[in-house]
């Protein structure tokens, strides 16, 4: 992640680690930057020497060293002595060090978030549609509205161009913070963060930062990394937990709302959204579906209204209700609060890019969504079917290195949901292609109406060209991604693209 450096930040050692490790005046310097990752390391720099998922960052203590580090901190109770007398370079043992990065680098920044309006979002499947839409809303609203999620980072601009790249949904902490810091220097008054469960698990966010808790819902997914549903939840609840925590948006459709509602500490006030639960403060009267969007009727305490949003599918609905709740709440709070350019900002919220993405305007409808989990498949198969009479094409695979046992339960669901299936390549990583696709087809009934192509590209020509007109082809799993993984290297790839090019080569050929 190349987040900017600020070429101003300093701070000593001593001063940093105040609290944390007394450091001996002969060992405090003054440290310029504060670096996770050794290839990023300039002359000045602190180096955090963390153990990581895929590289060991104490492997690379002589390496920063030499590239100038003005010091290291290692975990507690590794032996450093001679290094750093060898050296001449400060190596500070701290105890449980990757847990509390996020304060020392919180620290280093000068604490940026505690000068922004900050609202976490977690939950399975919703997390990244609603980031957008909160921002797209705060924006209308004179906000200057900084995001960070799975499509990136930066203050929210049109069609995304302000975003820059971000690895993963939660990144480091050190680069929480940096982005923080960096949002704060564009002006930002609010923030909107998607929180990972890992990001929660790995510490690389800090709870006691944020005002604003949201919950979207809690199904299966990275069950290879947690080992239960149980274990999942509970890194879901940290969010909630937070010293500053002032509000809680939770949807109260999903059963795990109970436990977060029973957990809240007095001080936090609750808002409850609901499809159908009409005790939530949030919900709708009426929801019509129609080709290109849904009409809702909304109750809230603030107001009842209509929303008319380009959106696919109840789930988005849900996540529009997650966003009105969110947004009233924080903006009710304002002497100029306004009920009704409120819901007008929220009425223009656009689709985000891979989420129910609709592809042009042909007589074969194609929709690319981010869903690879079972539930997200579910509920984006359930939104087509909402919205289209014809039949349902379904083209998916399943990523490599990732929850081997929902392969299975993908398959269920899109032979359930759907007309005509395609089992292609995810992002195989450095599995077996074979093997994945022979793992999905396992929760196959019956394999008559499957077709399997490992090629994507080809899967996705093969649906487009046959599918009638009327019909709805949906190209689920990859999403925004601007890439496919394969044995570890990742080469230029787009669902989005890859569908506009068969829709054009039918129809154009056709015309």
């Known amino acids: 992640m190349n987040t900017a450096k600020s070429m101003s930040q300093e701070m000593t050692l001593s001063l940093l680690l105040q609290g944390e490790v007394d450091i001996p005046e002969t060992l405090d310097v003054v440290l310029t930057g ?3 990752d050794s290839r990023q390391i300039d002359a000045g720099d602190l180096f955090i020497a963390c153990k990581g998922a895929n590289f060991d960052g104490r492997d690379f203590v002589s390496d920063v060293i030499d590239k100038g580090a003005a010091a290291v901190l290692v975990e507690k109770g590794e032996l450093w002595q001679e290094i750093s007398q060898e050296k001449n370079v400060p190596i500070i043992p701290v105890e449980k060090l990757a ?3 996020s304060k020392i680098a919180a620290t280093f920044f000068d604490h940026p978030a505690d000068k ?5 979002i977690t939950g399975t499947n919703g997390k990244t549609s609603i980031c957008q839409f909160l921002a797209q809303c705060y924006t209308r609203l004179d906000h200057v509205c900084g995001t960070s999620g799975t499509l990136g980072y930066g203050v929210y601009g049109p069609e995304y161009k302000t975003l820059k790249d971000s690895p993963g949904t939660t990144p480091d902490s050190i680069a929480v913070q940096r982005i923080f810091s960096e949002m704060l220097k ?3 008054d609010t923030m909107v963060m998607e929180v990972s469960s890992h990001g929660l698990k790995q510490g690389r966010v800090c709870v006691n930062e944020f005002n604003t808790a949201l919950f979207t819902n809690l199904t299966r997914d990275h069950l290879d990394y947690h080992g239960s549903m149980q274990a999942y939840g509970e890194e879901k609840l940290k969010l909630f937990t937070g010293k500053l925590l002032s509000k809680a948006i939770v949807n109260m459709d999903d059963l795990f709302s109970a436990v977060i509602l029973k957990s809240l500490s007095r001080k936090v006030k609750s808002y409850t959204y609901s499809l159908s639960n009409q005790h939530a403060d949030v919900y709708p009267e009426k929801i019509a579906f129609q080709r290109t969007g849904v009409v809702i009727d909304l109750v809230t305490p603030w107001g009842k209204g209509r929303l008319q949003p380009t959106l696919l599918g109840s789930f988005n609905v849900s996540n529009l209700l997650a966003v009105t709740t969110c947004v009233m709440a924080t903006e009710s709070e304002d002497g100029n609060f306004d009920f009704s350019s409120t819901l007008a900002a929220i009425n223009e919220v656009s689709p985000v890019k891979g989420r129910m993405e609709l592809i042009g305007d042909h007589p074969v409808s194609v929709v690319v969504d981010y869903a690879h989990t079972p539930d997200a498949l579910k509920n984006a198969l359930h939104a087509l079917k909402e919205h289209y009479e014809g039949k349902i094409w379904c083209v998916f695979g ?7 046992g929902k392969r299975p339960m993908m398959a269920k669901v899109a032979e359930e949901l759907a007309n005509r299936l395609i089992v292609t390549d995810d992002n195989p990583r450095r599995e077996s292609s074979s093997e994945i696709i022979q793992q999905i087809i396992g ?3 019956d394999t008559k109406n499957v077709i399997v192509e490992s090629d994507r590209a080809t899967a996705i020509d093969y649906a487009v060209n046959h599918a009638s007109e009327g019909d709805v082809v949906l190209i689920a799993g990859k999403g925004h991604e601007e890439y496919q993984d394969v044995g570890g290297n990742r080469m230029m790839f787009s669902d989005v693209k890859q569908a506009r090019v068969s829709l054009s080569k039918r129809f154009t050929q056709a015309g």
């Open 34 to 36: 504060i670096e996770l």
């Open 99 to 101: 847990f509390r990065l």
């Open 116 to 120: 922004l309006n900050l609202i976490g």
């Open 186 to 188: 564009q002006q930002a």
């Open 398 to 404: 399943c990523g490599g290195e990732r929850d081997k």
């Open 443 to 445: 929760g196959f009934s």
